[in-house]
């Protein structure tokens, strides 16, 4: 594999005009990588799911030359409608468009940068990987006091160009002052099997509010790893939701650093698998001061031969006096093949703290559909009818009502 | 003074913290297969138990010692400790208590186990271990008439070897971690216990360890056979002397409960804990596991985890018989800069398997605690369950508690409900008691026996009443 990653960097730099010293600290990166090769199950993080494994068995081998001089064609079909917004399309890799048209070109600024440092401590072969081949950084930086009048929805698409390969992303996103982001991800259906290695980094000052929804719900044979790096200010929110029920593998991390007083932070997610399927959530919640406040509710269906596993951390750091923590995974088995794993995990160093968290797992409650069945619905009716009800309970987390009532759409859950 | 601020003065410096002068036979320092073979000869062991100390030694060399703990200390030098340590009377073993040395008998007393058997009045036979060798076992007579074979292990290995040879090393293979290898391969003594079909051993079965020499490390082996039909409840205490230096604790504990057999094994763990600077100390690196290998079979684990600088333990059950039952339950309290990784393991293979857990985990001054499990619901145990809660509390800022539980279902039809909570004393109660006449310590006191409350219930009434006071001891100086 090193020989491959090896041409195909300097394959890509050929092709990237970057200064010298940006191509050391790619190199440095690269370097890295071939070192401690994709992560695998002996390391404690990976233990449920080995994307190694998965990315051999899946694909095979991987290509990590992606042409960024060649630009693709955007299909408009995959746009949602019925909800106006800002986009950032990303097709193969590639940000073919950029358009804030609903918004205060003032208020927002953009920048793209060819140097691909990272300025906190991780241990990620991944993100070693992503900072050694991603194209450009994006920066958006949203002024102070500015809430943007319609969501911006990221489109990750793929077409049938590339296959086998390896994608990776990056942006940095500063919400100023008072200010508000409503970002959603919407990762589209397709066929190709690529590896695509999604790295976003946040940084809220103080009373910044970021809403990020994350969407994979059309099957596609993608496998995709997606880390959020999350900075908090004082008093700032971050709300995190993800349905992740679309590709064959997904594993989304978050990384939250409650740096403000009052901050707070809350990831819910969904988890609706069937044949094969592999997903998996990770957080890690960093209280690192006192009054912050995290809130985590995880809800899985799994059907034949599908595998969600949630590992949750929440981290109490001795000065974190008063911080409240919560967390929740329950899970739904639906057939003799399928499999739940969670690690529910706190660490905690001050005593003046609420902290629990909870994990249930187990099948439908016969009674339950016997009660609905003596009401007149079928077996399969009475199913489903249990198992919406225990996804709804998720998805009504989320605080803003318009794309409340568009992921509900999408999902096909009706109140 | 009142009674038990005497009691606290009494054992504020650990009490059991005396040396006895006694003489020992020791085998060479080092860890070698002379040493292996040298302690297999002094035991008189047949040949089958020395080829598998030697096949235990052979894999160990090529295992790693586990570093993924959370406590972590300074490396230990395997070559600079003995690994066989003897009261010299014993070469020619007593007949009786009467030839016990005098010696030996004193210190029993000051640890509170009267040997004599006229001393007994609660009827629990006891089988101590000092230092690496099984001194007495009382009560042999009444346990005879019932056919209960209650001795230390090195007299099973003579007496009994078909017995052992079935079953050693069947739930704790040569070939597992690092310091359960190593156990297999230098274990000194321990005790043994058969208790025959249909049979309901009719007093506690008690073993009592004590490591007297210093720069020994404690390597006991116990096997507990609960023959079809029949029930047993052990109970297991440790002390040992201050030192400044660390010393090792690597004991293995099997259980082997067959169909509709019952183990109830309750362990009050007081070592040494270091002073409180965090010096000295046992570290007890104590491999447990049990199998419930009939149907309808149940074990249960209790434990009441006080003393040691570094507790590493997972008692586990292995749920293989169908309707079988594992529960663990678990107090474990740190002070100064002790620290504790510990939990359980729950593997659910056959039908209708349930376990429970309940543990309580209470951290205070500098130390550090880790609640650590696992539960493993195979695909094929179906219609199984099982319950886990475990509590925190924590006390001032400068200590930590976690908690990592690994869940795994495999199997649609079996539950798993896990909850967890860390907290601190609230004000509220502590005001409360307060108003009620009772002083802080004695107030938090009595809410840390509540907290503990469904755990010590468990234990034996004897115990319960040791523990409770252990409770309270080891929190001496962290309330304020």
């Given at each position: 594999m090193?020989?491959?990653?090896?041409?195909?960097?300097?394959?890509?730099?050929?092709?990237?005009?970057?200064?010298?010293?940006?191509f050391?600290i790619?190199?440095?990166?690269?370097?890295?990588?071939?070192?401690?090769?994709?992560?695998?199950?002996?390391?404690?993080?990976?233990?449920?799911?080995?994307?190694?494994?998965?990315?051999k068995?899946?694909?095979?081998?991987?290509?990590?030359?992606?042409?960024?001089l060649?630009?693709?064609?955007?299909?408009t079909?995959?746009?949602?409608?019925?909800?106006?917004?800002?986009?950032?399309?990303?097709i193969?890799?590639?940000?073919?468009?950029?358009?804030?048209?609903?918004?205060?070109?003032?208020?927002?600024?953009?920048?793209?940068?060819?140097?691909?440092?990272?300025?906190?401590?991780?241990?990620?072969?991944?993100?070693?990987?992503?900072?050694?081949?991603?194209?450009?950084?994006?920066?958006?930086?949203?002024?102070?006091?500015?809430?943007?009048n319609?969501?911006?929805?990221?489109?990750?698409?793929?077409?049938?160009?590339?296959?086998?390969t390896?994608?990776?992303?990056?942006?940095?996103?500063?919400?100023g002052?008072?200010?508000?982001?409503k970002?959603?991800?919407?990762?589209?259906?397709?066929?190709?099997?690529?590896f695509?290695?999604?790295?976003?980094?946040?940084?809220?000052?103080?009373?910044?509010?970021l809403?990020n929804?994350?969407?994979?719900?059309?099957?596609?044979?993608?496998?995709?790893?997606?880390?959020?790096?999350?900075?908090?200010?004082?008093n700032?929110?971050?709300?995190?939701?993800i349905?992740?029920a679309g590709?064959d593998?997904?594993?989304n991390?978050?990384?939250?650093?409650?740096?403000?007083?009052?901050?707070?932070?809350f990831?819910?997610?969904?988890?609706?698998?069937?044949?094969?399927?592999?997903h998996?959530?990770?957080?890690?919640?960093?209280?690192l001061?006192?009054?912050?406040?995290?809130?985590?509710?995880?809800?899985?269906?799994?059907?034949k031969?599908?595998?969600?596993?949630?590992?949750g951390?929440?981290?109490?750091?001795?000065?974190?006096q008063?911080?409240?923590g919560?967390?929740?995974?329950?899970?739904i088995?639906?057939?003799?093949?399928?499999?739940?794993?969670?690690?529910?995990?706190?660490?905690?160093?001050?005593?003046?703290?609420?902290?629990?968290?909870?994990?249930?797992?187990?099948?439908?409650?016969?009674?339950?559909?016997?009660?609905?069945m003596?009401?007149?619905?079928n077996?399969?009716?009475s199913?489903?009818?249990l198992?919406?009800?225990?996804?709804?309970?998720v998805?009504?987390?989320?605080?803003?009502?318009?794309?409340?009532?568009?992921?509900?759409?999408?999902?096909?859950l009706?109140? | 003074?009142d009674?038990?601020?005497?009691?606290?003065?009494?054992?504020?410096?650990?009490?059991?913290?005396?040396?006895?002068?006694?003489?020992?036979?020791?085998?060479p320092?080092?860890?070698?297969?002379?040493?292996?073979?040298?302690?297999?000869?002094?035991?008189?062991?047949?040949?089958?138990?020395?080829?598998?100390?030697?096949?235990?030694?052979?894999?160990?060399?090529?295992?790693?010692?586990?570093n993924?703990?959370?406590?972590?200390?300074?490396?230990i030098?395997?070559?600079?400790?003995?690994?066989?340590?003897?009261?010299?009377?014993?070469?020619?073993?007593?007949?009786?208590?009467?030839?016990?040395?005098?010696?030996?008998?004193?210190t029993?007393?000051?640890?509170?186990?009267?040997?004599?058997?006229?001393?007994?009045?609660?009827?629990?036979?006891?089988?101590?271990?000092?230092?690496?060798?099984?001194?007495?076992?009382?009560?042999?007579?009444?346990?005879?008439?019932?056919?209960?074979?209650?001795?230390?292990?090195?007299?099973a290995?003579?007496?009994?070897?078909?017995?052992v040879k079935?079953?050693?090393?069947?739930?704790?293979?040569?070939?597992?971690?690092?310091?359960?290898?190593?156990n297999?391969?230098?274990?000194?003594?321990?005790?043994?216990?058969?208790?025959p079909?249909?049979?309901?051993?009719?007093?506690?079965?008690?073993?009592?360890?004590?490591?007297?020499?210093?720069?020994t490390?404690?390597f006991?082996?116990?096997?507990?056979?609960?023959?079809?039909?029949?029930?047993?409840s052990?109970?297991?205490?440790?002390?040992a002397?201050?030192?400044d230096?660390?010393q090792l604790?690597?004991?293995n504990?099997?259980?082997i409960?067959l169909?509709?057999?019952?183990?109830k094994?309750s362990?009050?763990?007081?070592?040494?804990p270091?002073?409180?600077?965090?010096?000295g100390?046992?570290?007890?690196?104590?491999?447990?596991?049990?199998?419930?290998?009939?149907?309808?079979?149940k074990?249960?684990?209790?434990?009441?985890?006080t003393g040691?600088?570094?507790?590493?333990?997972?008692?586990?059950?292995?749920?293989?018989?169908?309707?079988?039952?594992?529960?663990?339950y678990?107090?474990?309290?740190?002070?100064?800069?002790?620290?504790?990784?510990?939990?359980t393991?729950?593997?659910?293979?056959?039908?209708?398997?349930?376990?429970?857990?309940i543990?309580?985990?209470?951290?205070?001054?500098?130390?550090?605690m880790?609640?650590?499990g696992?539960?493993d619901?195979?695909?094929?145990?179906?219609n199984?369950?099982?319950?886990?809660?475990?509590d925190?509390?924590?006390?001032?800022?400068?200590?930590?508690?976690h908690?990592?539980?690994?869940?795994?279902?495999?199997?649609?039809d079996?539950?798993?409900?896990?909850?967890?909570?860390?907290?601190?004393?609230?004000?509220?109660?502590?005001?409360?008691?307060?108003?009620?006449?009772?002083?802080p310590?004695e107030?938090?006191g009595?809410?840390?026996n509540?907290f503990?409350?469904?755990?010590?219930?468990?234990?034996?009434?004897?115990?319960?009443?040791?523990?409770?006071?252990?409770v309270?001891?080891?929190?001496e100086?962290s309330?304020?």
């Open positions: 090193s020989e491959q990653l090896l041409s195909d960097f300097h394959k890509i730099i050929k092709t990237s005009k970057i200064s010298k010293e940006e050391e790619k190199k440095d990166y690269l370097n890295k990588f071939i070192e401690s090769g994709f992560p695998n199950r002996k390391q404690e993080d990976w233990k449920f799911l080995d994307i190694s494994q998965i990315i068995k899946n694909i095979g081998d991987l290509s990590f030359f992606n042409d960024y060649q630009s693709n064609k955007i299909d079909s995959i746009f949602v409608d019925g909800l106006e917004h800002n986009k950032i399309i990303f193969n890799g590639r940000i073919e468009k950029i358009d804030f048209n609903y918004e205060d070109q003032n208020k927002i600024q953009l920048t793209d940068e060819t140097k691909t440092d990272v300025s906190f401590d991780y241990k990620n072969s991944l993100i070693d990987l992503n900072s050694a081949f991603t194209h450009k950084v994006f920066k958006i930086f949203i002024k102070k006091n500015y809430s943007l319609k969501p911006l929805i990221i489109y990750h698409s793929t077409d049938d160009k590339i296959k086998s390896n994608i990776n992303l990056r942006l940095d996103f500063e919400l002052e008072n200010s508000c982001l970002l959603i991800d919407f990762f589209t259906n397709n066929t190709a099997k690529n695509i290695n999604i790295f976003y980094n946040f940084n809220l000052k103080q009373d910044a509010i809403k929804y994350k969407i994979d719900k059309f099957k596609n044979d993608n496998l995709k790893y997606s880390f959020n790096n999350i900075e908090q200010g004082n700032s929110v971050s709300e995190t939701f349905l992740s590709s593998y997904l594993k991390e978050i990384n939250c650093n409650l740096n403000g007083e009052y901050s707070s932070a990831v819910n997610g969904v988890f609706s698998l069937k044949e094969n399927q592999q998996e959530i990770r957080t890690t919640i960093n209280h001061i006192e009054n912050t406040k995290s809130y985590q509710l995880i809800k899985s269906v799994l059907g031969n599908s595998k969600s596993a949630y590992q951390k929440i981290f109490v750091n001795s000065k974190a008063k911080t409240d919560y967390q929740l995974s329950k899970a088995l639906l057939d003799e093949t399928s499999e739940f794993n969670a690690k529910p995990e706190l660490e905690i160093y001050a005593d003046d703290v609420r902290c629990s968290h909870g994990s249930a797992s187990g099948s439908l409650n016969e009674d339950s559909i016997f009660y609905l003596s009401r007149g619905l077996y399969q009716q199913k489903e009818l198992i919406n009800g225990f996804l709804l309970d998805v009504e987390k989320i605080t803003d009502s318009e794309i409340k009532n568009l992921i509900k759409n999408i999902i096909g009706k109140e | 003074m009674t038990r601020e005497k009691d606290i003065e009494k054992l504020k410096d650990y009490k059991y913290g005396f040396t006895t002068d006694i003489e020992n036979i020791k085998a320092k080092g860890l070698n297969e002379d040493v292996i073979k040298f302690i297999s000869n002094i035991k008189k062991e047949p040949e089958w138990m020395l080829n598998f100390r030697l096949k235990a030694y052979e894999r160990l060399k090529l295992l790693k010692e586990p993924w703990q959370k406590p972590k200390y300074p490396k030098d395997y070559q600079d400790l003995y690994y066989y340590s003897a009261p010299k009377s014993m070469n020619d073993k007593p007949k009786s208590l009467d030839e016990l040395d005098p010696k030996l008998l004193e029993y007393k000051k640890l509170g186990i009267p040997l004599q058997e006229q001393a007994r009045l609660n009827g629990i036979a006891v089988d101590a271990v000092f230092d690496s060798v099984s001194v007495a076992t009382t009560f042999k007579g009444e346990l005879t008439k019932h056919g209960i074979i209650f001795c230390s292990m090195s007299e290995i003579q007496k009994y070897p078909e017995l079935k079953y050693l090393g069947t739930v704790i293979p040569i070939t597992d971690h690092f310091f359960a290898t190593l297999s391969a230098v274990f000194t003594d321990g005790s043994f216990v058969y208790i079909e249909g049979v309901k051993c009719p007093m506690e079965l008690s073993t009592y360890f004590r490591i007297n020499a210093s720069e490390g404690q006991e082996r116990t096997l507990i056979i609960a023959d079809k039909g029949s029930y047993v052990y109970l297991e205490g440790c002390t002397p201050m030192r230096e660390n604790h690597a004991a504990v099997e259980l409960a169909d509709d057999a019952e183990i094994y362990t009050v763990q007081n070592w040494y270091g002073d409180e600077n965090g010096k100390g046992i570290y007890n690196f104590v491999t447990k596991r049990g199998i419930c290998k009939g149907k309808n079979s074990i249960s684990w209790t434990q009441v985890e040691s600088a570094i507790t590493w333990k997972y008692p586990s059950c292995i749920l293989k018989g169908d309707n079988s039952i594992g529960e663990f678990s107090i474990a309290i740190t002070n100064n800069h002790q620290k504790a990784d510990t939990g393991k729950m593997i659910h293979l056959g039908k209708n398997t349930k376990s429970k857990i543990s309580k985990g209470i951290s205070a001054g500098f130390s550090d880790t609640y650590r696992l539960v619901i195979n695909s094929k145990a179906k199984s369950s099982n319950y886990t809660q475990c925190s509390l924590l006390m001032g800022n400068k200590c930590g508690a908690t990592v539980p690994y869940i795994k279902n495999k199997n649609f079996s539950n798993i409900a896990h909850e967890a909570t860390t907290s601190k004393i609230s004000e509220e109660q502590l005001h409360y008691c307060q108003t009620r006449g009772l002083n310590e107030a938090v009595l809410i840390v509540g503990c409350k469904e755990v010590l219930q468990q234990l034996p009434m004897e115990f319960a009443v040791e523990a409770q006071k252990l309270g001891i080891s929190l100086g309330v304020g």
